[in-house]
């Protein structure tokens, strides 16, 4: 895998320098050839923690259920902010333990919570679990059940 991100991220910078310039003259080329070299280069030397994703087709229902939800989530907040005569929402914090430890994956459900609409990441505490804000939060015990079961689990045969 190693061997291809040093084949595929030079490439892909070296065609991206060439179409921002919009030339395919030799200096061009040349500079686009060094720098995409160097960034790669550099790029590596800042990651020193490597992400090691495995069962990577668990990617597409999470990708598809997360769109769903952001989806819902935006009518949802939208309802509660334009509907005048209901004005009687409850935001709240949670704590959601958390099982997960790999950081990737510990990004990646930040990601996806903070994405939502009506949801912000807010800690991670010492003991691993999840400070959520929540713009109405009606049941604690789902949304804990929400993030453990629909995000959490499929992270986690992502990346433990």
């Known amino acids: 895998m190693r061997r291809l991100y040093f084949l595929i991220l030079p490439t892909l910078l070296f065609v991206l320098w060439l179409v921002l310039n919009e030339s395919l003259s030799a200096g061009q080329i040349a500079l686009g050839i060094a720098l995409a ?93 999840l400070k959520l804000h929540v713009l109405d939060l009606q049941n604690e015990d789902e949304w804990i059940e929400l993030v453990q079961q629909r995000y959490e689990r499929p992270l986690m045969e992502m990346f433990e």
Do not use: Q
């Not at 005569?85 to 099982?99: A, K, Q």
């Open 37 to 129: 070299l160097w960034f790669t280069w550099a790029a590596s030397r800042l990651r020193p923690l490597r992400a090691r994703p495995r069962r990577l087709w668990k990617v597409i229902p999470l990708f598809l259920r997360v769109t769903l939800d952001i989806i819902k989530s935006n009518i949802a907040v939208a309802r509660l902010i334009l509907n005048p005569r209901r004005n009687e929402f409850s935001p709240g914090f949670i704590l959601i333990p958390l099982t997960m430890r790999d950081p990737h994956g510990l990004a990646m459900l930040a990601c996806i919570v903070t994405y939502t609409p009506g949801t912000v990441w807010v800690d991670l505490t010492e003991d691993h679990s």
